[in-house]
């Protein structure tokens, strides 16, 4: 009990609301916000801009990753994972005693909704966004859910990266402009990797217990000096290929603000650096998730500035 109350000191971990709000990862939504935002302004460069289609991708965006947190939060405790010590968790189960069930419900629940905003988006663009959108909440169930956890896995970088921001980015820009254009695709690698970034900060940080709970993950596989090393590379390709973006006039000139956020990135690596508990690694991890948010916030107000200039 007193290692309980110690760890939910140490994260500053509120009763009453807060539990359901820390069960959502809020920290981690802006990977479904960012997409979404970005794939819309570029949309809004040669085009018109349905705000109520927006909104609508915007939720429904949302909704699903916080499904997919709490999927995770389900299916790692009942796996025996996660424990009253972990770090990064919502701690809804382990340590506010939420029934395990509540949250599985919880999260079927919130699919529900954002299929019924889905129904909207298809009725107003093509149901074809139906295929893919199931395709996103599948891969959002298995990614902890299923007997092969994709988490668990090398790939978990790779899809979430993939499916948050390539594929999210082309439908925000798709029913907005009922196309996709190669320049659409382009853009969306470095929002990508932004994203890939995030989970491997997860799995830099929870490197011990899942390799001791069997996990295969990239930063279990090359070790954590190399998986730190590897996050520092894609910083510099994603800033890089934004940069390049620029000089072949893909993306305005004004998008060159995205360095603003170049200096969070490298407080990301300089606080994994010579950390090994996972509560000394947390500044990295929400450093981490301020890197995406300032990039894609930055990258999507140089498009909307964009439209009017």
Sequence with gaps: MQDKMNIKEALNEKEGFQIWWRLLRPHTLTASFVPVFVGSMFAFIDHSLHAGLFFAMLIASMLIQAATNMFNEYYDFARGLDNEQSVGIGGTIVRDGIAPKTVLKLAFVFFGIAILLGVYICIASSWWIAVIGLICMLFGY???????????????????????????????????????????????????????????????????????????????????????????????IAYTLTLLYIILGILPILSIIVLLSSKKAIDVVKNFQGKTKPIEMLPAMIATGKTNTMYGFLLGLSLLIGHFL
């Design 142 to 236: 298995l990614y902890t859910g299923g007997p092969y956890p994709i988490a668990y896995t090398p790939f978990g970088e790779l899809s979430s990266g993939f499916l948050m921001g390539t594929v999210i980015i082309g439908i925000s820009y798709y029913i907005q402009t009922l196309t996709v254009t190669a320049n659409v695709i382009l853009i969306s690698i470095p929002v990508a990797i932004f994203i890939g970034c995030i989970m491997l900060a997860n799995n830099i940080r929870d490197l011990d217990g899942d390799k001791i709970n069997g996990r295969k993950t990239i930063a279990i596989l090359i070790g954590r000096k190399n998986a730190i090393r590897l996050m520092a590379a894609l910083f510099i």
